[in-house]
């Protein structure tokens, strides 16, 4: 005994450290080897909802180097463990991610299905501290998705939660690219004035040196900034922002932050000086924003391009490149991101509706919600009530080896089980996962364990679909008896804590409270 503790507290020290190298590689833009950092870390992890935080972190740091498929095929599996085990957090994450992967691949109505479901699960997230990283980065979706009045709702709220000097400065950073965002396309003057030097201020706050000076959030506060000053006429310390950005973007390969920083520099030397050469800096950045398919802020270039070949005397190239200006498109995509927005919208509220349903859409069994109608009643008649809560052992390995898919063929053959194993008057629910509950009405402990154990029997015996005949699966179930309305709590408590001995004593059995 004393070894294996021994044996688990090395693996808890090998795995912090490593997440710590792993943060300090993140900071200093170190992302291909923050990533592989944050691999390992989660290999290490014992706890399921650990090793989805470490994976996420994971996926964030392979789509700051352009892997976006890797970073999205990373999010799906995520996505489906946390869905399965209702690890929330973890599944906003992830969700995020995927819709990042749908908007850069132009699957615009998927990106907003994926989204819909991410903003209502975050609506049952509480406000805490501890979902701070889940706001700020659905924020970054948001914002990505072009819904920048959303986007810049969730990082105030990230703001009010986050607790280190780092943190805020990591989601000024974020908000300052949202203003910008929006000042680009605000088609008011005086509206856009304000986005502009809302902006000013975020980008200022993200690159107070107390912050700790994260690549990320330092290259992109800069990146912005330079834009934005140089849209306001301050073209010196415009084009200071941007040669320091595109150095740290660099360095650090973050492309988006160098097309951005380019783009600042052709505004500030084309504001100050007219200086001609910034023709061949645009063919540059249009190049560059092309390649990594980031032309959000592009619209001041293009118009400098304009103005640039037409002083210049070249009115054919000139003529052609307003041709190429997205000045024109603006309009409609703003009615166009309206539509999308309303599309996210309708897919929450239909989930809301679903959410209040009393079945459970893979098995068709009734649900969590129609046990807390259920239970009261039934132990309202008096008579004696057995619940039992049975789970599936081993289930994870069926998940893990053959997929999400064949795991839910699976619980939908147990629920057929479990469904021809009621009696006259008894009912089985689909709690959640590979979890069930069967109400036994008017049944003494002793009849209830020849029902049990028949359920233990039928499952330990079975083999199922799509599965390997030597791969077997077994039951535990954990029973309680009740009588009175008032005693459905109770009951269901009880019989859980009886499931957990049962898995303890070594699973495949029935235990009783």
């Excluded at 950073?173 to 030097?197: F, G, I, K, T, V």
């Excluded at 290259?219 to 084009?239: D, T, V």
């Excluded at 783009?263 to 200086?275: F, I, N, P, Q, S």
């Excluded at 000139?318 to 927005?341: F, G, K, T």
Aim: with cysteine; hydrophobic share 45%.
């Amino acid at each position: 005994m004393v070894d294996d503790n021994s044996a688990a507290v090395r693996r808890t020290q090998a795995l912090v450290a490593l997440e710590q190298r792993a943060v300090a590689a993140r900071h200093a833009g170190n992302f291909e080897q923050a990533a592989t950092m944050f691999a390992d870390a989660a290999d290490l992890a014992d706890e399921l909802q650990q090793q989805l935080n470490l994976q996420i972190r994971q996926a964030c740091c392979l789509l700051a180097i352009e892997r976006h498929d890797e970073a999205a095929a990373l999010a799906e599996v995520v996505a489906q463990q946390a869905r399965a085990e209702r690890h929330l957090p973890e599944l906003v994450d992830a969700l995020g991610l995927i819709v990042d992967h749908h908007i850069r691949s132009d699957k615009v109505a998927e990106a907003a299905s994926v989204l819909a479901e991410a903003a209502y699960v975050l609506e049952e997230l509480p406000n805490d501290a501890a979902n701070y990283l889940v706001l700020q980065n659905l924020a970054v979706t948001y914002t990505l998705s072009g819904f920048v009045e959303a986007a810049l709702d969730l990082y105030d709220r990230a703001l009010r939660l986050a607790d280190t000097d780092a943190a805020r400065q990591f989601t000024y950073a974020n908000m300052s690219s949202a203003y910008h965002y929006a000042a680009q396309r605000e088609p008011d003057p005086e509206a856009r004035l304000r986005l502009l030097q809302d902006g000013l201020y975020a980008a200022t706050a993200a690159v107070d040196p107390e912050g700790g000076g994260e690549a990320l959030a330092v290259a992109a506060a800069l990146a912005h900034r330079s834009m934005m000053l140089a849209e306001l006429g301050h073209y010196h310390s415009a084009l200071d922002d941007a040669r320091t950005a595109l150095r740290t973007a660099h360095e650090a390969g973050m492309r988006e932050e160098q097309v951005v920083a380019m783009a600042g520099e052709v505004l500030a030397r084309w504001g100050a000086t007219h200086d001609p050469e910034v023709l061949e800096l645009i063919d540059q950045v249009r190049a560059l924003a092309a390649e990594v398919g980031f032309t959000d802020y592009l619209g001041p270039v293009l118009r400098v391009e304009v103005e640039a070949l037409w002083a210049h005397g070249r009115f054919d190239d000139a003529r052609a490149a307003l041709e190429r200006n997205l000045a024109a498109a603006d309009h409609s995509l703003q009615d166009e991101r309206r539509a999308r927005w309303e599309h996210v919208r309708l897919g929450v509220e239909h989930r809301k509706v679903a959410a209040m349903s009393v079945s459970d859409p893979l098995t068709g069994l009734p649900n969590r919600r129609h046990l807390a109608t259920l239970l009261p009643e039934v132990l309202g008649d008096s008579s004696p009530v057995c619940v039992g809560v049975v789970d599936l052992d081993g289930f994870k390995r069926v998940n893990d080896d053959f997929g999400y898919l064949q795991g839910d063929v699976v619980l939908q053959e147990v629920a057929g089980v479990l469904e021809r194993t009621l009696r006259r008057g008894d009912s089985v629910v689909r709690l959640g996962g590979d979890e069930f509950v069967m109400v036994l009405r008017s049944t003494s402990p002793g009849d209830a364990k020849h029902v049990f154990e028949r359920v233990r029997q039928l499952i330990a015996g079975r083999t199922w679909s799509g599965i390997p005949s030597d791969v077997r699966l077994t039951a535990s179930v954990g029973v309680a008896t009740g009588s009175g309305s008032f005693d459905s709590s109770r009951v269901l408590a009880e019989a859980a804590t009886a499931l957990q001995q049962a898995k303890r004593d070594g699973r495949d059995r029935i235990a009783f409270r």
